[in-house]
């Protein structure tokens, strides 16, 4: 789903994935839209993802990479900010 901060989310992480820094395919929310249906769509809750990292966060359990997920957003976010 493409909306106003789809492209603000894939060009803040340079297009990659948070997790392995693969090419991203997806943007992806950290808290579920049916967990916060008013702030699902916030730049902070939306990271982006490589296919295969995407497919591991939904076939285990989404909410368990929560944590792991924030943190490498915010790493990423500081490597490409020193770039």
């Known amino acids: 789903m493409r909306d106003s901060n789809y492209e603000k989310v ?18 992806h929310e950290i808290r579920p839209r049916s967990a916060d249906p008013t702030g ?19 076939s285990e359990n989404p909410k368990k990479y929560e944590a792991t997920i924030t943190a490498a957003r915010t790493t990423l976010l500081s490597m490409l900010q020193g770039v």
Request: include cysteine.
């Open 40 to 58: 699902w769509m916030e730049l902070e809750n939306r990271v982006t993802l490589c296919a295969s990292c995407h497919e591991k966060v939904h």
């Open 10 to 27: 894939w060009t803040a992480l340079g297009g990659l994935c948070v997790l392995c820094y693969a090419p991203a395919a997806h943007v």
